[in-house]
């Protein structure tokens, strides 16, 4: 082991993504510290870490925030389908620990939500945008964490709240677009790792801004990366785009 390695722990193990994150770590220059799993507590684990990464469930999220807590070190959560409560918590946390909480951890996406931001904000409100995402048929929530991360983007871009200006699931006699609307729409099947397009969709021209993912392994990369660079951080709130240098 390399004297720099850092012993970084997965919570959520057994998932997708943590054994993604377990291999990436296994055939990289950090080490595997240890995982827990659903009903098994995470705060022996976090004594053995100098950092966490959590890829489990919304309800787990208190006791890992705690056990990252009682241990004083920082913790990446890349767990999607978080509510108003669980930022709440993670806000709360951010003011003693280091924390990166994101939807997505892939470097790629972080650099199109950068450029989905830039877009927004320069293209006016007469360019409507809708946010198109398509995952395998496991995928459990929807839109996805990823879609939401461009969702908020671009609203952040445009000066305005995600909540009061989104439009999901249409169907039926819906009217027309609201003005300013940003749109979602989920497609599940087969075993697609994930696909994103943003479309700005102007008069007689329309951008198309996209990422695809061949494989899990690109979260996990970027994952690691992220806890690595949480580490010797002040307290505070943090997201990929810190780690690549955006903010």
């Known amino acids: 082991m390399a004297e720099d390695a850092l012993r970084i722990g997965i919570i959520g193990s057994e998932g997708r993504m943590g054994q993604a994150i377990r291999a990436v770590l296994d055939a990289g220059e950090h080490v595997f510290a240890g995982g827990v799993d659903h009903g098994e507590q995470p705060g022996p684990l976090a004594t053995e870490c100098d950092a966490l990464v959590d890829f489990s469930a919304p309800d787990a999220l208190a006791a890992n925030i705690a056990a990252a807590r009682v241990a004083d070190i920082p913790i990446l959560i890349g767990t999607t389908g978080l509510g108003e409560e669980h930022h709440r918590m993670i806000d709360e946390a951010a003011d003693v620990l280091p924390i990166l909480q994101t939807g997505n951890t892939s470097l790629g996406v972080t650099l199109l939500a950068h450029l989905v931001e830039e877009a927004a904000s320069r293209l006016g409100p007469d360019w409507d945008i809708e946010i198109v995402e398509m995952h395998h048929r496991m995928k459990i929530d929807a839109p996805s ?96 785009n810190d780690v690549l240098g955006l903010s």
């Open 145 to 240: 964490g990823t879609a939401v991360l461009l969702g908020e983007a671009a609203a952040k871009g445009r000066g305005i709240e995600l909540a009061a200006n989104r439009e999901s699931g249409r169907d039926g006699h819906t009217g027309k677009r609201a003005e300013g609307a940003i749109g979602f729409a989920a497609l599940r099947g087969g075993t697609v790792a994930g696909e994103h397009s943003v479309i700005l969709a102007g008069e007689q021209e329309r951008i198309t801004l996209s990422h695809s993912a061949e494989d899990r392994a690109i979260f996990a990369r970027g994952a690691v990366a992220g806890a690595a660079w949480l580490v010797g951080k002040p307290a505070g709130r943090y997201t990929m």
